[in-house]
Structure formats: C-alpha cells, structure tokens
C-alpha cells in the first residue's frame, strides 16, 4: 500500500464531505480524488517512467495539496519548494536534486531559476494554459492514472533539512517512512472525521505530514497561507478548527495577541508544537488558552515528524511538561554515549532511534548517510535524556551546547528562563568565543508591544532562576529575530547578527 491511496479510505467515509479549502474555495472528498487523478494522468502522460523529481514550488493553497497528491499518485517523487525560502537556496535545491518538471503557483514563478525541464502552473490569476494542473484536470477528467508498483523502500519525497546550523542536504524519505508516519500520527492522536486540521505551517514542511492522516479518516483541511495571529485565532474560533501543527513563535504570536482573551478555542483537541522547545511558563500558558489541547511532537527531516510524541491526557502531569513524549509505536528511541553505548535513564547523550520512520538517506552523499546512520541507528545531532518512564527530554542540538568556564550551558534552560519575564515576547541565546570563559552566553530578545524593558533587570531575573554561569553576558534587543522560512528562529543567524562579527565567524568555522 502507498501512502495516497489512504486518501480513498477518507472518500469512503465521507464522500460529499470537505476535504479541504482555502478561503472561499472547497473541494469536497469526490472531488478531490478526480482532480488527484487527473493530474496524476497528466504527469504520467509528460513523464512515462515512473520516480521522476517533480518540483512543487506554491504557498499553502488547494493546487498545492493537489500537486502533492498528485504526484504521490503518479507514482513520481515529490521534490519541496518552500517559496518562503531565498532565492539562492532553492536554486541549490532545484539543482541538487535534478529536477524533471516542475509545478509552480504563477505568485512563485519569481523565487527560483526556472531550470530547463517541463513547467506546469498550479495557480494562476488568468485562464487556464494546457501546461498547467487545471488544464490536466479538464484534458483527463474522469481517468485513472497508471498502478504504482514502485516498492516500498523507494522516494516517494525529498526534503532539505535546515534550519539554525550546517549546510542542506537532500533527504530521501521513502514510502515506508511515509506510511508509518500516517500509521502513527492515526495509533497515538486518534483522528477521526470530526478532525478540521489548519494548515498554518507551509506544506512544504511539517503540515504536509498531517495531509493524508486527516484525509484517511474523512476529516477536513484548511489551509492557511498568511498564518498571522489573527487569522489563526479566527480560524480556531469562526471555522472551528480542532487541529494544527504549528512551532513555539506562532503559538506565541496567538497567546500574545489581546484577542486571544474573547476567542473560543474550546474545540482544540491537537494544537501540535514542534521543531523546537517550548518553556514550561508558556507550555501552561497554552494548556491554559487551548483548553488542554496542548500535544507535542518531536521528529527530523531525517525520521519525519514522528520519533516520539505527547498527548493532551499525558501534559497533565507536571512532570511532563519539558518533555516530547515517548517513543513511538514502530520506532526505537534511546540516548547513546560518545563510546556508542546505550545509556540508562537520567544521563544526558545523543539522542538516537531506529525503525521504519527512518530516511533511506542523503541524495548523493553516501558518506554523510553513513556518519548520520550507524548499525541501523539514525543519529540526530540533538542531545537529550530519558527518565525511567520512558519520557525523553531534549537538551539542545551538541553542537549548540555552550561550554561556558568548563561548565555546559544548554541554550534551551536559558531561554525556558527568559521567557518567563513578562516583557519577552521570544528569544534565541548562543554561546560566543571568550577569551576569559571559553564561551560566553548572550541571548537575542524580542520584546513584548508596549511593555517597558531594561535589560540588567533581565539578567538579574534570569540570575535568580538559573544562576550566573548560565545568566547572559550581553542582552541585544531586536524587533523581529531571523526565523527561517517555516518560522523557527535561527539560532547561528542571530549568532552572526549580534555577535562581534571576528568572534561570530571564529565559532562557526
């Protein structure tokens, strides 16, 4: 089975019902699936061999969750192009990986070198042009595209990592990774029809996981393209959203936001939070504003979305709250030491796991997929701990760690210290060169609208909770911290912003 054709489960379910929309736009479960269909016709017509890089380079709109589908359905690979990111990055994307066609939203057709391959226009203001996903859905009305037979340890997607540190590389995440993550988000959350998933976060990245969960079970998506407070909170309160993936600065943009107070989010049963850690004050915070509804998830593009995860019922124990679950169904999680031995509960090393989640590695880069993948063990980069419960505990990325006067200072304790001031909307703390310490830890902070800030009183307030080794050497005050395209602040852009810019180039070589 390949992951698309959970799609057709959902139709049975709910035939007439929305599957998704965009504003003023629906489709319904029907048809949905002939669109699907037909565009997987006209790729197959364009490209005959199957497991042709297809591109897809769009905002969060129905043509996108079309083209994906679609060309899940053909039985070619899904190449994301997150039209957020800068021009020179998705140029190295296109051409690292080689692309065979490419479909493109005619607002985007400005964010890439459009290579030498075939084009096709996903949404567009004027008439529909025959190259083009409404052009396949008239051409094709009512066909059915050619059986995939590709195996299961084949691509079926491929996607950058990214974010705070190291260069890009191209992850092949075959069907089998695909399927145990929908398998598992379906075994640990229980999606069912009453399900209204916002797609705030870009497909392109982690709301492209939740697509076909919430369709297998007969749910509805609504995607979201300009994911500012206000529209998420309506978007939660008018149009009842149930369900979201989203990282610690959005959810803060809503907490943040005076109508938050008026808004009903009693309906939220699966406001996810991931790709980095959120401080416990703002963890209750939200278990608070979200009725309970509060669940985490901890994954890498490596072992997509879904290494471990935390329900709403679990974050009512205290002792959960700095936590991302426990391991999940089909996977194996543990913390290994520098001599590659398993380690027991409550002592702190790599954070490691092993299962079908796992990519088949990295697009033409064997070595790198032999240091990330060792004996069967994926290595994330992330250090962390595991109590005796089972619960794991991130500390940072290792090569974040701080080494400050030979003690280590894990960014996230400081910044889980930080946000407990009233006046910090949101931080990011790095560690700088220091000819006294070793390193010096400094902190970036986005401050509160209209709240008065000094920041020695801040260093004091930090210095009461986690003491002076780990208290910030220097406060920089900015208006917006560098976020990368899918909203997670970068912790090395803020490093190269605010440090001298001698020490900041030192501790990146």
Known sequence: MHPVDYIYRGHRLNPDAVAVEDGARGLSYSDLIGQVEA?????????????????????????????????????????????????????????????????????????????????????????????????????????????????????????????????????????????????????LFGFDAGDVNLAAAPLTHGAAHYIIPILAVGGRHILIDQPKSGTLIDAFDRLGGTTAFMPPTMIYNILGDPAAGSADFSRVRHLHYGAAPMAPERIRQALDVFHGGLEVIYGQTEAPMLITGMTAAEFRDERNLRSVGRETLLMRTAIMGEDGEIMPPGETGEIVCRGDLLMSGYLDMPEATAETIVDGWLHTGDAGEMDDRGYLFIRDRLRDVIISGGFNVYPSD????????????????????????????????????????????????????????????????????????????????????????????????
């Open 39 to 187: 565009v997987a016709c006209g790729l197959q017509a364009l490209l005959p061999r199957p497991g042709g890089r297809i591109g897809v380079c769009a905002y969060n709109t129905i043509e996108h969750m079309v083209a994906i589908l679609g060309v899940y359905a053909a039985g070619h690979v899904w190449v994301a192009l997150n039209p957020r990111n800068a021009k020179p990055e998705l140029d190295q994307i296109v051409a690292t990986t080689g692309l065979d066609a490419v479909i493109v939203d005619e607002d985007c057709l400005d964010k890439f070198a459009i290579p030498d391959v075939p084009v096709i226009l996903g949404r567009t203001t004027g008439a529909a042009e025959n190259r083009s996903l409404a052009g396949f859905v008239h051409d094709h009305a009512g066909a059915r595209p050619r059986l995939n037979t590709r195996p299961l340890d084949a691509a079926q997607t491929i996607k950058f990592t990214g974010g705070s540190t190291g260069r890009p590389k191209a992850v092949i995440q075959p069907y089998r990774a695909v399927n145990t993550s929908i398998a598992t988000f379906l075994q």
């Open 414 to 509: 400081v910044e889980a210290a930080i946000l407990q001031h009233p006046a910090v909307h949101d931080c990011i703390v790095f560690g700088v060169p220091d000819d006294k310490w070793g390193e010096r830890v400094e902190v970036a902070v986005q401050v509160a609208p209209d709240a008065p800030f000094d920041p020695e009183a801040l260093r004091a307030f930090v210095k009461e909770r986690v003491g002076s080794v780990k208290t910030p050497k220097a406060v920089h005050v900015s208006d917006d911290l560098p976020k990368s395209g899918v909203g997670k602040v970068l912790r090395r852009e803020a490093q190269r912003l605010f440090a001298p810019k001698d020490t900041a180039e030192s501790k990146d070589a």
